[in-house]
Nanobody, 130 residues
Framework: QVQLVESGGGLVQAGGSLRLSCAASGRTFSSYAMGWFRQAPGKEREFVAAINWNGGSTYYLDYADSVKGRFTISRDNAKNTVYLQMNSRKPEDTAVYYC????????????????????WGQGTQVTVSS
């Protein structure tokens, strides 16, 4: 059974940093696209960042415009874990953050659409105080 478990959420002051982790189990995720999404109260779930293996030694990366230059997605395949390093936090970053993975291979690029992801974690709350 495929399982994604997020951790690392919490309360941070504006301008601070936080790193989220997503531990995957049930299969090897190294070849599959993975993404981070977030959902603020009363809003739809939105794309944050995605990472996908390019078949060689590097990865495709994609970020939402709102987090470019502040957030970094990475993965450690040996640990079957994906990370989201969040710097220069803003109050509008407050949300529940979800990790997601595809069931099928994505042979080129990444995807920012929620419907392209098949497995989801339970989410971790991140609150940024001003």
């Amino acid at each position: 059974q495929v399982q994604l478990v997020e951790s690392g959420g919490g309360l941070v002051q504006a301008g601070g940093s936080l790193r989220l982790s997503c531990a995957a189990s049930g299969r090897t995720f190294s070849s599959y696209a993975m993404g981070w999404f977030r959902q603020a109260p009363g809003k739809e779930r939105e794309f944050v960042a995605a990472i996908n293996w390019n078949g060689g030694s590097t990865y495709y990366l994609d970020y939402a415009d709102s987090v470019k230059g502040r957030f970094t997605i990475s993965r450690d395949n040996a640990k079957n874990t994906v990370y989201l390093q969040m710097n220069s936090r803003k109050p509008e970053d407050t949300a529940v953050y979800y990790c997601a993975s595809r069931r099928r291979l994505l042979t080129f690029g990444t995807t920012s659409y929620t419907w392209d992801y098949d497995y989801w974690g339970q989410g971790t709350q991140v609150t940024v105080s001003s």
